[in-house]
């Protein structure tokens, strides 16, 4: 609710996959561009208070799971545009496997790892493609 009332996106927290045995949590977040990734970048930083608190390691990464139709977009001709994003964010991102989709779930997962301030700025980075491919 904080994170809402700061940034201005709408959060939500997707309680429990059925079907996921991982502890991850799907969170997706709306508003307008710069709120969702004020909204993002404040998650990440109360993920990492979190794990600080309960003395486990503080790598956070962001999971950003996009249409398979739009992952050419962000990977680029011969990975042009994913290494450019990376130079210019100092982060690390990958995007899963095509073998990973199947019939029930058309995404693919882009994950981003670096520091904070990074990560937030490469997600701002993918989802502007992500959006300008969606358009």
Do not use: W
């Not at 994170?3 to 079907?19: G, N, P, Y």
């Not at 404040?42 to 600080?52: F, G, N, S, T």
């Not at 937030?120 to 358009?135: F, N, P, T």
Request: proline share 2%; charged share 30%; net charge positive.
């Amino acid at each position: 609710r904080n994170i809402t009332q700061q940034s201005r996106a709408r959060v939500d927290v997707h309680r429990k996959l059925e079907h996921s045995a991982s502890l991850e949590k799907a969170i997706t977040v709306y508003g307008q561009p710069e709120n969702c990734t004020a909204a993002c970048k404040r998650i990440l930083e109360v993920m990492e208070e979190e794990a600080k608190n309960v003395g486990k390691p503080t790598e956070i990464s962001l999971k950003i799971l996009a249409h398979n139709n739009l992952i050419g977009r962000i990977i680029g001709k011969q990975g042009a545009t994913i290494k450019k994003i990376m130079e210019d964010t100092d982060t690390k991102i990958t995007v899963s496997s095509i073998s990973d989709i199947s019939s029930f779930n058309l995404e693919r997962v882009i994950t981003i790892k670096g520091t904070i301030p990074d990560i937030a700025r490469a997600e701002c980075e993918v989802s502007s493609k992500l959006r300008a491919a969606y358009e």
